[in-house]
């Protein structure tokens, strides 16, 4: 009995922290990949936000291996309450740049700040609870929908899950569907679309309310007129709170009226500025601009299967 109890034992706080890391929304990033030795100091300390949440990247060098670097000596600021763009050619590091935020992987040289914070220095779980992701792709669980939006806050109260949903554009949805809000999702119950998946992944973010927000490519399954209403709720709810948030997007059409827009090229940072600041200037944004508003590179606007409200 003994010499099962501790292989049990070490199960259920396998069990348990993985529940916890999927509350906190860890899964999104392959957890078989993620390099587990990194852990707190010693004297790590709980994550504070004095001037309110704003992230800086100093001379950071990384490559998943060494040899082969995909940031490189990158220095970036996303101040404080501000909606920021990371956009740049596909492979040039954007969604490394989270990672690298939420600690799955260590810099090779170089450091990252939260609020003048070397995030090295804070608790691994307080930095974590503080990012909230909506990704690519959500990770769904065999659970109702209500269950599925409440991850992002198990104690919130029903209204405030419908309220979440409503301002996701989707709880209208949700009704129509037979059960509900009860109606089971995933593997074993109701096939939904990507777009609603998305939707349902930004009524979990909504209901988390974490200080610091990324969405990475949040938006890609929703049709033109579903993405341009989400996407002014979602305006709407950073300018209300005023959050950091960070959009990496492909389709510059979603992400103009950000205050910053940086655009990375092989690792470093080749430009910023607003959208009007980079137009002007004709470097690489605008000719990534011209090239989608005449339809050459964006391939997905082009693709069928897209969604309607
Ligand atoms: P996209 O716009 O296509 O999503 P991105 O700019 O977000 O790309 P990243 O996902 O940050 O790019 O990837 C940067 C580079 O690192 C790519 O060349 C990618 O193949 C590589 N890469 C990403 N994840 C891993 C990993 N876990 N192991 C090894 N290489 C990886």
Not at 40 to 56: H, M, N, V
Not at 181 to 186: A, F, I, K, P
Not at 229 to 252: D, Q, W
């Amino acid at each position: 009995v003994f010499q099962l109890s501790v292989p049990l034992n070490f199960l259920g706080s396998v069990y348990r922290e993985l529940r916890q890391s999927l509350l906190d929304m860890e899964t999104l990033f392959n957890l078989q990949k993620v390099n587990v030795t990194i852990k707190d100091k010693p004297d790590a300390k709980p994550l504070t936000l004095p001037k309110g949440g704003e992230i800086r990247f100093e001379n950071v060098t990384f490559g998943y291996y060494p040899d082969r670097p995909i940031l490189r000596n990158l220095t970036l600021t996303i101040p404080a309450g501000k909606k920021v763009a990371v956009v740049g050619p596909s492979g040039c590091g954007k969604s490394t740049l989270l990672r690298l935020l939420f600690r799955f992987y260590e810099p090779q040289s170089g450091r990252i700040f939260i609020d003048d914070t070397d995030i090295r220095d804070v608790r691994l779980d307080s930095l974590r609870r503080a990012i909230g992701v909506v990704p690519q792709d959500t990770p769904l669980f065999n659970e109702s929908v209500e269950l599925n939006i409440r991850y992002g806050n198990l104690d919130a109260p029903l209204e405030q899950v419908h309220a979440a949903a409503r301002r996701a554009h989707i709880h209208d949805k949700i009704e129509s569907w037979p059960h509900g809000y009860q109606t089971m999702v995933g593997e074993r119950g109701l096939m939904i679309s990507g777009g609603e998946k998305q939707r349902l992944a930004v009524s979990r973010l909504i209901l988390k309310d974490p200080p610091l927000l990324f969405f990475d490519e949040a938006t890609s399954a929703l049709d033109t007129h579903t993405e341009q209403a989400l996407m002014a709720n979602i305006n709407e709810i950073l300018r209300e709170k005023a959050r950091t948030s960070v959009f990496v997007a492909h389709r510059l059409r979603t992400i103009y009226d950000a205050d910053l827009i940086i655009v990375l090229k092989e690792g470093s940072v080749v430009e910023m500025g607003s959208h009007r600041t980079l137009m002007e200037g004709n470097g690489l944004y605008a000719e990534l601009w011209a090239a989608q508003e005449m339809g050459m590179v964006d391939a997905k606007e082009g693709e069928g299967g897209k969604e309607e409200e």
